[in-house]
């Protein structure tokens, strides 16, 4: 879609409250039908040490979390993972690296590859992220059964350099075209609570209004505060209004997207998220463990749904074609 002006994007979020979540709630009835959550699985497949130094993350070598590494998982403990994850009702499995990107050359990298092959046949949609991509090793990750790219801006170009040294904006956005070009649908979104402004945190929505295709999912996280991070100082805990307004506003920009309610929801009630759910969220992590912090019980977030009337999203077939 064309880059939808800043001003229209903050005259939807500071529509009345409930004028600004009713619209939310009708974009979502109108795209999604079934009123499902989608449940995704999360597996941090090579932790720690990663040469990067974002401001928030456990992960990075630039920062003294008291992580321990972990070296890449071996292919069955993997696969076993995924298994897991969809006899537990997630539709995705998402695996995780701490690397700054990828070589085509790289072994780790062709084991990668191996695993996604075998998670690839167990009809789960298959997300991967593993930091930088080059246009070879999209393509190799597709024509392996990787499905979706998961690579966030996190923030706003203007806020970004506050939060990460190592690498640009531009270059977060030339991997997104990148896992695109070879035929991936893209997860992209970021984080709220790090220190930035209203107005960083619509940016970054106006930066997604630019991708085409649109992101077909846009995980919503709220900083985890990690001890020893830049962030952590930073952090300031997110109003839950403004959470929900900014769902809302993801909601009507993106319709068909799934707005994924992603880290930091051990801090929200019951009730917040529920909200969160009204105003247009779709879908959640799940399962006790994200990548490196903890996650609601399986069995809360189960029981919270079935309360809701909230029935569990089938995977979507993914009909997009390898790219040669
Ligand atoms: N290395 C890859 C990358 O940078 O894209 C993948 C892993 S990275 C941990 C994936 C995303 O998790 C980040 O872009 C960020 O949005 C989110 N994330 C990481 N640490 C977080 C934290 N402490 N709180 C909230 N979100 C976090
Ligand atoms: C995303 O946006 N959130 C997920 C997933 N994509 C990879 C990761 C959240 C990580 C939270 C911090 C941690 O567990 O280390
Ligand atoms: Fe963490 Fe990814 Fe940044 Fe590495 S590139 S420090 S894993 S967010």
Request: net charge negative; charged share 25%; with cysteine.
């Amino acid at each position: 879609m064309a880059k939808v002006p800043l001003e229209k994007i903050q005259s939807i979020y500071r529509k009345r409250f409930f004028d600004l979540i009713s619209e939310g709630r009708q974009a979502f009835r109108e795209n999604w039908p079934e009123h499902e959550v989608q449940l995704c699985t999360l597996l941090s497949i090579k932790t720690g040490g990663c040469s990067e130094d974002c401001g928030y993350c456990a992960q990075s070598a630039h920062h003294d979390t008291g992580l321990k590494r972990e070296l890449l998982m071996p292919k069955n403990i993997v696969v076993e993972a995924a298994k897991r994850a969809k006899a537990n009702g997630s539709t995705r499995f998402c695996m995780g690296a701490a690397w700054k990107g990828v070589r085509e050359t790289d072994p780790k990298f062709q084991q990668v590859l191996e695993t996604v092959r075998e998670v690839s046949q167990l009809d789960l949609e298959v997300c991967v992220t593993l930091g930088e991509l080059s246009e070879e090793a999209a393509r190799q990750l597709r024509a392996a059964g990787v499905t979706a790219y998961n690579h966030n801006i996190d923030t706003s170009p203007e806020y970004y350099d506050e939060v990460v040294s190592t690498h640009t904006f531009d270059d977060r956005l030339k991997t997104i075209h990148h896992a695109q070009d070879a035929g991936m649908s893209v997860c992209c979104g970021g984080i709220l609570g790090m220190g930035e402004s209203e107005a960083d945190r619509l940016r970054m929505l106006q930066v997604l209004t630019t991708f085409d295709p649109e992101p077909e999912s846009i995980p919503i996280n709220l900083l985890v505060p990690i001890a020893g991070t830049p962030m952590e100082e930073k952090s300031k805990p997110v109003e839950v209004f403004e959470l929900v307004r900014l769902i809302a506003t993801t909601r009507i920009l993106f319709p068909k997207a799934k707005v994924r309610l992603s880290a930091g929801r051990e801090t929200l009630s019951r009730e917040a998220q529920a909200m969160c759910f009204f105003a247009g969220a779709n879908s959640i992590f799940y399962g006790e463990k994200l990548l490196t912090t903890s996650n609601p019980e399986a069995q809360a977030d189960l029981k919270l749904l079935e309360e809701l009337d909230l029935g569990l999203q089938q995977a979507v077939p993914f009909h997009g074609e390898p790219v040669e």
